[in-house]
C-alpha cells in the first residue's frame, strides 16, 4: 500500500474514562477549553482497513515534534483546528492522549457541545508509513510519522475514543 493519511484506532471494546468536565480559560480570552483524554491508537488491535499499529511506532515521530507538533482537528479538516494536544504518549496500551477542546471558532465550539452531549468521542490519526509490512491481510505499521489526531464520529479503529476528563490538561 502507498502511504497516505489514515484513521487508525482501538479496539471497540476498550474502556472509556469516567465523563466528568474540566474547563480551565482559553489563552484567547474566550469562555474556556474543554480537557479530553483517551487513546488514539492501541498496540495490536487491527482497524477496520486492516492497519495494525505496533508498540513504539510513534517513538521517532514524537521525539522530533511532541505534542506540539501534532494538531487536533475535527473530521481531518485542516481548516477545523479545534483544540491543543497538550499530551502524546506511547504506554503499555497504546497511543494516550490528553488535550483542549477550545472555544475559539464555530467548528471548535460545536466540537465541544458534541463531546459535553456524547455524540462525538471517536479519535482518528492522520499520518505518513514510514515502515510497514504485510502479514497476511493486514499491513503492520512500525514507524509512523504523525502529523494529527482529528475528533471523529466514526473512527476506522472503533476503541480509539476519549472521555470528557476532570484531570488538567
Known sequence: ?????????SDARAASAPSTTSWSPSPAGGGGSL???GYAS????ADL???VVQAGAFADSLAKTGAEGVRMLHGHDGRAVVGVWDAIAEDARGLFVRGRIM???PEARLAQALSRAGALDGLSIGYRTARARRQGRLRVLSGVDLWEVSLVTFPMLPGARFSLSKAPA
Open 1 to 9: 500500500m502507498t502511504d497516505r493519511v489514515s484513521d487508525t484506532h
Open 35 to 37: 480537557v479530553i483524554q
Open 42 to 45: 492501541l498496540w495490536g488491535a
Open 49 to 51: 482497513n486492516g492497519d
Open 103 to 105: 472555544d475559539w471558532s
